[in-house]
């Protein structure tokens, strides 16, 4: 193979060969310095082909300011450490191409949730609150069923169906791209509902839908939404929040009938 | 000083640590966990495929049995497993897997009737007893004689983490976040709890404990490519180390995953293979059948990667301006499979390659995936040289999984192993040997010894980035303690690592940020990583044959004459190096004798005890008996187990077939 | 009725039933509901004009009682301004409890906004807009209405349009439909009615309809305004002549109390 051979093909693989400078402005703040206040800082850098914000990210702490704060674990997008405001809309920058953005671009820590400095957010005490608030695990005797017995049957379309809630990964996009909970703290997010929808669903649970309307059947929940839907058009997981929420928006309202 | 009391510490919030701290709990002790980061962010979710336990429920999995499940294990291991571990694993996975289930995880599930499925490259139809509908189903993995691993479609780590993080909170388990485990507390005898560091704020905090577990996960990151998450940094492991009383057991143990997005290292699954996917070189050839026409595919981890890079070596690799690498082809699954079953895998191709997987090829290379050594613990996963210190899943070296794991045998044990030794540790902590000494004195000691090693990193003499250090490690590690070792690479590398150590012990920071500083985590983290480093190329260099994931091509065979042993390592107190000394794996209480794998090399060096271990199990055999009475005499097993995990597992097929 | 409720660790009597926040969340969407249709109908009604003067006179006549009285009785009118009256201030009220309240809150929402640069977000300062201009400028015409029931008629309604009520008109029409068919969208999403939302591409096309929607009631709004604006340029309405429909012959009110009465015999219109 030549070496313009490779080079189409790699392009068709790895996606558009890109090169220059790029600019990232990122909002800078360090709570634990009370003399420090937020401000924009601008970082210049060369780009390499494939480059997601997670590789940029890292070579500015590398080559360029060691004190940088942000947070990422797999890298992958798939366990939702590293979101934040990509010029001004939640995303995960693990998988965001710079390729696909403008520059100057702006880096900003998620909203919503209580900053730990620069990108970083504390976005696992808030879910950890939500999840005691909303007890999302699976309530029933069955349970504690004594494991060396054969399991209890459940239809594959059901199981299925579950799953397709379970994607969530708690990343905090939904908050982040939500008008309601910009304005209330308590708001609950589609995070929280979908979770509850998801155990509405999975026939295990054995919660009926008072217990339900108890946890999510006032402004803090369900009712609290305004349906402006950041949340399903931001979820890095594609996940059908809208439906979900009218879908227990209907259910709790029966309840409240 | 900041102290925290509590009976016991978990170090760690993945599967294996909470799942033992959810044991412990349940036992009336209480407990606290730490974490690196909120627990659902932790490794554990990353798993994808699939999980192995033999429930049998499927067409494909019909007859399998936990004989069958440890055998596989056992092979897969190259003899290194621990068999008595590997029977106790194999006993307890079905019932983890049942316990997740009636917990809240959404297994995939039997659907009756007639199914297209593809293996190997063809399109066949299996048939699905109306019996076993709704039933847990299971997707075929490498390595093993039956379909096995139990699977939500490939985002199964992640079902299982949030289930049980959620079964955590259920039972009021605090979880520290980011909090960071900095140094055991130990008075030379008996681990008395940790010194902490607040990644948000900086401080040092003391938590003291009756026993402490490290569930920290394996330290990928120490390679430059590797599928393992950032936080992957072997910490719980080195901390134990440092305490020069703990060992690491099999650090040259490591395993290198086949299909590693390239160049990324992003992982995807094995489940690809499992249902069907084949390996293409650039001449679109499918290659494995030559090396392997038995297993092909989907033999173990080690000889699959080793037969990738073989064949690169041979110029079969597709050249790109990153290097060589495959292709892994998962087209002919069809789109819809791909969508319901694979959709992770789908994702990650959409947002890291820009492509679809159901319409091209995926560029894959092997990558560090997974570790099998660790803190060296006995059956019940306490350490070994230091009482009252635990370790459970990828950081403990319980010994499952020797000298290479089975895929799907890691979700699994780390739910396995949580749930034995959380059992095992509350027995210890309400055993006499339970109550914590008097340690405020030896906490206050720690926490000085720790805070002057931080402020060191203002007055040290070498002006380098730590980030530059570790990456100098990362690729030397990638380079030269890889798939293919050589005894005169791994000196080299030995010898740079321990001057990158020098260096990395008198680092200087050039800033000195209030509250969470990433460039001083950097710092304090580069040379324990480095120590990590060192057992791995030293036992690397020091195994002169070629055993699972460890392979030597100047000792190319298995040599179980001199090396049916386990690599155990010490750090001393000031040394500058790790000690290795050598625990014997006693082929007479074998219950499944050193042989050929089934896949992979041929020749080995047989053990002097191989022929007269054969002749007992054959003699056992002869004299008729069969079931628990023969297990009794072969690996007796069941009353190692706790308690609440002896029933035998109901099974819908029984009894069809055995080993 | 109050019952125990947890604020933190500590146990404190709250107010009210539980099911609140549920009622006004349904009651906020059924009246907004009610109140889209009754706008539609009402500028049907209106748009009547569009079809000529005695189409127009039929359909004010047909509000004014004309199936059940021989004469016009305004106070019908009246009843109907009044009762739309009260469901309006109940939704304004209801709407008004999700505004954000302060600066702070204000400052997030905006800044929030900006930043997402979110169809559907943007929408909702839309809304609250329209929604505050409804505020004084619907209360305003509702009430004329109740006021001033009888001054409804092809000529009448022109005299009071062509006499500048058209910015009024026009302020109120724009209004009026943006905040309609926002409103009738969210409503539809809220609720989650008949898959319109299961997935974003169902969104849009639901949004392209409505914005379709809006546009035509605001088209068939302007025309009607254009139609009475030029029949309020007729000598008849400038000099203050009440519309009589041909062949009748009856008693017509004046446009204005103080001038006299005049008797019609032939349908001719009526000098002052």
């Known amino acids: 193979m030549s070496e313009d051979e490779i080079l189409a093909r790699d392009t068709a693989v790895h996606g558009a060969a890109t090169s220059g400078e790029f600019t990232l402005e990122v909002l800078r703040c360090n709570p634990a310095d009370p003399e420090d206040r937020p401000r924009w800082q601008s970082f ?135 008008g309601t909970a910009q304005m209330r703290e308590d708001f609950v997010g589609a995070v929280g509902l979908n979770k509850l929808a998801r155990f509405h669903l999975d026939p295990r649970d054995a919660r009926d839908d008072g217990a339900y309307f108890d946890l999510v059947g006032d402004d803090d929940g369900v009712f609290g939404c305004m349906s402006l839907l950041g949340c399903d058009d931001v979820c890095p997981k594609d996940l059908p929040l809208g439906t979900q929420i009218a879908f227990l928006r209907r259910r709790m309202a029966r309840q409240a009938l | 000083m900041d102290t925290v009391y509590t009976d016991v510490l978990v170090v760690g919030g993945g599967l294996a640590g909470l799942r033992a701290a959810i044991g412990a709990r349940r036992r009336g002790l209480e407990v606290l966990t730490l974490s690196l980061v909120p627990a659902k962010r932790s490794h554990s979710a990353a798993a994808q495929g699939g999980m192995q336990a033999s429930l049998g429920n499927t067409a494909k999995g019909r007859g399998d049995s936990e004989a069958i499940h440890f055998a596989d294990t056992v092979r897969g291991s190259d003899w290194g497993a621990d068999q008595l571990v590997a029977r106790l694993f194999a006993e307890t996975a079905p019932k983890a897997i049942r316990e997740l289930a009636a917990w809240g995880v959404p297994w995939n599930r039997v659907r009756a009737g007639d199914h297209e499925t593809v293996i190997n490259g063809e399109r066949v139809t299996i048939n699905e007893d109306p019996l076993a509908h ?23 780590g992640h079902s299982m983490l949030y289930t049980m993080s959620d079964q ?135 000889v699959v990667s080793r037969r990738m890079e073989e064949h690169i070596r041979a110029g079969h690799g597709v050249r790109s301006r990153f290097g060589e690498h495959l292709w892994l082809d998962i087209r002919l699954l069809g789109a819809e499979h791909i969508r319901g079953r694979l959709r992770e895998v789908q994702e990650i191709c959409r947002y890291f390659l820009g492509i679809d997987p159901a319409e091209s090829l995926i560029p894959v290379r092997p990558a560090q995936h997974y570790s099998m050594g660790g803190i060296r613990t006995d059956f019940r996963g306490e350490a070994v040289g230091l009482r009252g210190l635990f370790s459970c899943g990828e950081a403990a070296c319980w010994d499952l999984h020797g000298f290479n794991r089975l895929g799907g045998n890691s979700v699994a044990e780390t739910v396995v192993a949580g749930m034995l030794v959380g059992e095992y540790l509350a027995d210890f902590c309400h055993s006499d040997d339970g109550a914590l000494p008097g340690t405020t004195t030896l906490a206050r000691d720690a926490l000085r010894r720790e805070e002057a090693q931080l402020r060191s990193y203002c007055t040290g003499e070498e002006q380098e980035s730590p980030l530059r250090l570790q990456q100098e490690m990362q690729t030397l590690m990638t380079e030269r303690v890889g798939i293919f070792r050589h005894g005169d690479t791994l000196k080299t590398a030995v010898e740079e690592l321990q001057a990158l150590l020098q260096r990395a012990q008198r680092l200087r920071l050039a800033g000195s940020r209030r509250g969470a500083n990433p460039e001083l985590v950097a710092a304090y983290r580069l040379p324990r990583m480095l120590k990590l480093a060192l057992c791995v190329a030293e036992g690397a260099l020091a195994r002169t044959e070629s055993r699972g994931a460890h392979y030597r091509e100047d000792y190319p065979q298995r ?76 690996l007796p097993f069941r009353d190692q187990l706790p308690p609440s995990f002896r029933s035998p597992n109901e099974r819908l097929f029984s009894g069809e077939e055995s080993l | 009725m109050s019952r125990l409720d947890t604020v933190g660790d500590t146990l404190v009597l709250a107010p009210g039933d539980r099911r609140w926040p549920a009622w006004l969340d349904l009651l906020q969407g059924l009246s907004g509901l009610l109140l889209v249709l009754f706008m539609w109908a009402h500028l049907f009604a209106v748009s009547s004009i569009l079809l000529g003067k005695p189409a127009m006179y039929r359909v004010t006549r047909f509000f004014e009682g004309s199936l059940f009285f021989d004469t016009p009785q305004p106070w019908l009118v009246s009843l109907v301004a009044l009762f739309i009256f009260v469901i309006f201030v109940l939704h304004t009220l209801l709407a008004l409890r999700k ?92 609720w989650g009615w008949f898959g319109l939302v299961d997935t974003a591409a169902r969104r849009r096309r639901l949004r392209r309809f409505v914005y379709a929607l809006v546009a035509f009631f605001l088209l068939l709004g302007v025309t009607t305004q254009m139609a009475y604006l030029r029949i309020g340029k007729e000598s008849a309405v400038r000099d203050g002549l009440r519309y009589v429909p041909p062949g009748s012959a009856q008693i017509v009110p004046p446009l204005s109390d103080e001038a006299p009465l005049r008797i019609s015999q032939t349908g001719e219109e009526v000098k002052r």
């Open chain 1, 44 to 178: 210049t850098l060369e780009l390499t082909e494939g480059m997601t914000l997670f590789i940029a990210l890292t070579e500015l702490r590398e080559t360029q300011d060691p004190s940088l704060q942000f947070d990422f674990v797999c890298r992958a997008g798939i366990c939702g450490s590293c979101a934040m405001l990509i010029n001004g809309r939640p995303g995960l920058a693990c998988r965001t191409l710079i390729a696909d953005l403008p520059s100057p671009t702006r880096l900003a820590p998620l909203p919503g949730f209580a900053l730990i400095g620069d990108l970083s957010v504390d976005t696992g005490r808030w879910m950890r609150g939500m999840s005691e608030r909303l007890e999302t695990w699976v309530h029933g005797l069955d349970t504690e069923r004594d494991p060396a017995r054969l399991e209890a049957p459940m239809e594959p379309e059901v199981a299925e169906a579950i799953y397709e809630l379970e994607r969530c990964i708690e990343c905090g996009c939904c908050i982040a791209a939500c």
């Open chain 2, 134 to 156: 709704g039933l847990i189903t299971a997707r075929n993995f490498g390595g093993t004689a039956h379909w096995r691993a139990s699977y939500v479609s490939d985002g199964t």
């Open chain 2, 168 to 302: 955590a909170v259920a039972e009021s388990i605090p979880v520290h976040e980011r909090m960071e485990a900095m140094a055991l507390i130990c008075d030379g005898e008996r681990c008395c709890g940790v010194i902490a560091r607040n990644l948000i704020n900086g401080t040092l905090v003391a938590y003291l404990a009756r026993a402490t577990c490290i569930a920290t996960g394996g330290f990928g990151r120490i390679y430059r490519v590797s599928t393992n998450a950032i936080i992957n940094e072997g910490m719980g492991a080195a901390i134990a180390l440092e305490t020069g009383r703990a060992v690491l057991g099999n650090m040259e143990a490591i395993q290198f995953h086949p299909t590693g997005i390239f160049p990324a290292g992003i992982l995807v699954t094995e489940g690809c293979r499992g249902d069907g996917g084949l390996l293409l070189d650039a001449d679109g050839h499918r290659f494995m059948p030559d090396y392997e026409p038995e297993k092909m595919e989907l033999a173990s981890r080690d």
């Open chain 2, 559 to 634: 040599n179980d004459r001199d090396w049916l042993k386990r690599t155990l390592a010490l750090w001393s107190p000031g040394a500058d190096r790790p000690s290795l000394s050598y625990e014997d794996i006693d082929v007479m209480t074998m219950e499944l004798v050193p042989g050929w794998r089934g896949y992979g090399a041929r020749d080995y060096i047989d053990h002097p005890d191989t022929p007269r271990r054969t002749e007992d199990l054959k003699r056992i055999s002869e004299t008729g008996v069969q079931g628990d009475a023969r297990q009794e005499q072969i």
């Open chain 3, 99 to 190: 505004l954000p309240s302060g600066y702070r809150q204000w400052r997030a929402w905006l800044v929030h906004m900006g930043g997402m640069r979110h169809e559907e977000t943007s929408l909702w300062l839309v809304q609250v807009i329209t929604g505050l201009v409804l505020m004084f400028f619907a209360t305003a015409h509702l009430l004329e209405l109740f006021l001033h029931p009888s001054n409804i008629g092809p000529h009448a309604s022109a005299a009071r349009i062509a006499s500048g009520g058209w910015v009024l008109g026009l302020v109120l029409l724009l209004s009026v439909e943006v905040h309609a068919g926002i409103g009738l969208y969210r409503l539809i999403v809220k």
